[in-house]
């Protein structure tokens, strides 16, 4: 006959080691299931016995060292690493929403779980499209050579024959100029993404010209600077060159053989007309071609 059969330790048990409540098995618990293992109980007869779980028991058996010591993280997760970083891989760097997400990786989760997994990730955060012009492969070619050729360049004077072909180099001053637009009415565009901090931002075309806005022509050298000029949001060749009449030639009226004129690649700027126009007023540009 087995032991539990042969003896009732209900009552000893019950003296020496008080019963308690709680998930994990308390000290005197452990030392009763440990007495009880010496005896040769089973697992079903421990159970009865200190009126705990066949499973509490069975877990305690199988790791008495550790047992107790693994911290409880709840409900298990519905997505799994692998999930996690297939998420991470596809939504890196682009405008896809949690819904894309969950029919491009067909995953049976709900759209909260898949933003859960995004900011788990510490790589991807939400964040606004920086604006830039379009930029074609020549474009982009163009502007690493002119780099490349200027790095040691002293923009308050450069030498000549580096920008124009000229029979005798010497030195000019260059007298930068931009228009820049103020949209009365908000941003031209509203553009989100979810940005991987791993990689370089995106960037969308934006306008240029456009309704509600406000735009200047400005203009500056080494130590001097340009009246600013207000023009419309749609200005032409004609127009940039009434703006350029009233703000530049003034400006240039002494200083044509020390000074040169930069103006960026906008249609108005490289149009015949305002080329010629240049020309007759005697003012050398420097030629970007970026």
């Not at 682009?94 to 909260?112: C, F, H, W």
Request: aromatic share 8%.
């Amino acid at each position: 006959m087995k032991a539990e059969n042969s003896l009732n330790l209900s009552p000893i048990l019950s003296f020496f080691f008080p019963i308690a409540c709680g998930t994990f098995l308390s000290v005197a618990e452990k030392a009763q299931i440990d007495l009880l293992r010496q005896l040769g109980y089973s697992i079903l007869g421990m159970s009865k016995l200190i009126e705990r779980s066949r499973n509490v028991i069975r877990r305690y058996l199988d790791d008495p060292l550790n047992y107790g010591s693994k911290s409880r993280h709840g409900r298990p997760r519905k997505m799994k690493p692998r999930d996690d970083r297939s998420v991470v891989r596809a939504v890196g760097n682009t405008m896809k929403s949690a819904n894309d997400l969950i029919r491009s990786l067909n995953l049976q989760v709900s759209k909260s779980t898949v933003l859960r997994s995004v900011k788990r990730s510490g790589v991807i955060v939400r964040q606004k499209m920086k604006k830039a012009p379009c930029l074609t492969d020549a474009h982009k070619k163009a502007r690493l050579e002119f780099v490349k050729n200027n790095l040691a360049t002293d923009w308050k004077k450069v030498l000549l024959h580096f920008i124009v072909p000229v029979e005798k180099p010497c030195l000019f001053q260059i007298v930068f100029s931009d228009e820049k637009k103020f949209n009365l009415d908000g941003p031209d565009g509203n553009c989100f993404y979810w940005r991987d901090l791993r990689q370089d931002p995106r960037i969308f075309s934006r306008r240029n010209f456009g309704g509600g806005s406000v735009m200047l022509w400005g203009a500056f050298c080494h130590n001097k600077k340009l009246e600013l000029k207000f023009t419309s949001s749609r200005m032409d060749s004609s127009e940039y060159q009434n703006v350029l009449q009233s703000s530049l030639v003034p400006f240039f009226r002494n200083r044509r053989q020390s000074h040169l004129f930069q103006q960026d690649n906008a249609s108005v700027h490289r149009s015949v007309s305002t080329s010629a126009w240049l020309a007759s007023k005697r003012i050398k540009t420097l030629d970007l071609q970026i």
